[in-house]
């Protein structure tokens, strides 16, 4: 049975949820953001226009089990992750929009955790944390270290995207949104521009949300590897073109954002080898 959290005080919340054929792992997205200890007010799943029958069916059935906490956005055509994250963006009625992939999950102390940084009129507008990677589902028992909050700038976001979208959380008023027209690094060129726009950013540093897969070398896009380091090449460009930065740093992002991707090559290898 599930946990009763209708007398809990809900976080101001709305959770943003792709989804696109993702019937077998989506309802363990949703479960791990319905039964945080501080729930969040509503969770937006966005169907992008998935084309089995099972995910409809599984997310009528998840409509029915939570119909005050759950709703769902059905999108005429696929447009990929960036446009259905925007979607739900944009339906999101609380102060605060979190973003949770449909293979994810959350701890159940997330957004306990984690909304204290955004909390009070001189709290930044966007934050994250690290996540990790498990095969094994994660329980109750799941225990966070007390660890400092910090304060990351636009600058050093530029050098380690240290904020998975799972991750993140930002005020929902803010004016930016993804840009759907990117395949790969579309998160990242959304933190780089709320960064550079708004200010530094809030980061725990402890793992408050888990990945079923390696993030590099496994289905999905984070296998194209050589597409990623295009697309970051591509956002430092348009960066430098739109004026946040100038030629010399421009240089300096691209040039490490090919090391990066020699050592995400080695991983990957490293890690296909051990997993066979």
Same mark, same amino acid.
């Given at each position: 049975?599930? =946990?009763?959290?209708?007398?809990? %005080?809900?976080?101001?919340?709305?959770?943003?949820? =792709?989804?696109?054929?993702? !019937?077998?792992?989506? $309802?363990?997205? &949703?479960?791990?953001?319905?039964?945080?200890?501080?729930?969040?007010? $509503?969770?937006?799943?966005?169907?992008?226009?998935?084309?089995?029958?099972?995910?409809?069916?599984?997310?009528?059935?998840?409509?029915?089990?939570?119909?005050?906490?759950?709703? *769902? &956005?059905?999108?005429?055509?696929?447009?990929?992750? %960036?446009?259905?994250?925007?979607?739900?963006?944009?339906? !999101? /009625?609380?102060?605060?929009?979190?973003?949770?992939?449909?293979?994810?999950?959350?701890?159940?102390?997330?957004?306990?955790? +984690?909304?204290?940084?955004?909390?009070? $009129?001189?709290?930044?507008? @966007?934050?994250?944390?690290?996540?990790?990677?498990?095969?094994?589902?994660?329980?109750?028992?799941? *225990?966070?270290?007390?660890?400092?909050?910090?304060?990351?700038?636009?600058?050093?976001?530029?050098?380690?995207?240290?904020?998975?979208? =799972?991750?993140?959380?930002?005020?929902?008023?803010?004016?930016?949104?993804?840009?759907?027209?990117? +395949?790969?690094?579309?998160?990242?060129?959304?933190?780089?521009?709320?960064?550079?726009?708004?200010?530094?950013?809030?980061?725990?540093?402890?793992?408050? !949300?888990?990945?079923?897969?390696?993030?590099?070398?496994?289905?999905?896009?984070?296998?194209?590897?050589?597409?990623?380091? !295009?697309? +970051? /090449?591509?956002?430092?460009?348009?960066?430098?073109?739109?004026?946040?930065?100038?030629?010399?740093? @421009?240089?300096?992002?691209?040039?490490?954002?090919?090391?990066?991707?020699?050592?995400?090559?080695?991983?990957?290898?490293?890690?296909?080898?051990?997993?066979?």
């Amino acid at each position: 049975m599930d =946990p009763d959290t209708t007398k809990i %005080a809900k976080a101001p919340v709305s959770v943003v949820i =792709p989804c696109y054929n993702s !019937a077998k792992t989506v $309802e363990r997205a &949703v479960l791990s953001a319905l039964h945080q200890s501080r729930p969040p007010a $509503e969770v937006i799943i966005v169907d992008d226009h998935s084309d089995d029958l099972d995910t409809a069916r599984l997310l009528q059935s998840l409509m029915e089990r939570h119909p005050l906490d759950l709703h *769902v &956005v059905t999108l005429s055509k696929n447009g990929g992750p %960036a446009a259905a994250r925007n979607a739900g963006w944009d339906v !999101a /009625t609380r102060k605060f929009v979190a973003f949770l992939d449909a293979d994810d999950v959350w701890v159940p102390r997330k957004l306990e955790y +984690q909304l204290p940084l955004m909390e009070g $009129e001189t709290a930044p507008v @966007m934050s994250g944390h690290r996540i990790g990677v498990t095969r094994q589902p994660v329980g109750d028992s799941e *225990v966070i270290p007390t660890v400092a909050r910090q304060l990351i700038s636009a600058k050093q976001l530029c050098f380690r995207n240290m904020l998975p979208t =799972p991750s993140v959380i930002v005020r929902r008023d803010i004016s930016l949104r993804f840009d759907a027209k990117r +395949q790969f690094c579309e998160d990242y060129d959304l933190w780089l521009r709320i960064a550079f726009k708004y200010g530094e950013f809030g980061y725990f540093d402890a793992t408050l !949300a888990y990945a079923f897969k390696a993030l590099y070398g496994e289905s999905g896009l984070s296998q194209s590897l050589s597409r990623m380091e !295009a697309g +970051q /090449t591509a956002i430092y460009r348009d960066l430098y073109r739109d004026g946040y930065f100038g030629l010399k740093m @421009m240089i300096t992002l691209i040039s490490w954002a090919k090391i990066r991707y020699g050592r995400r090559i080695i991983l990957s290898q490293i890690g296909s080898i051990s997993r066979r």
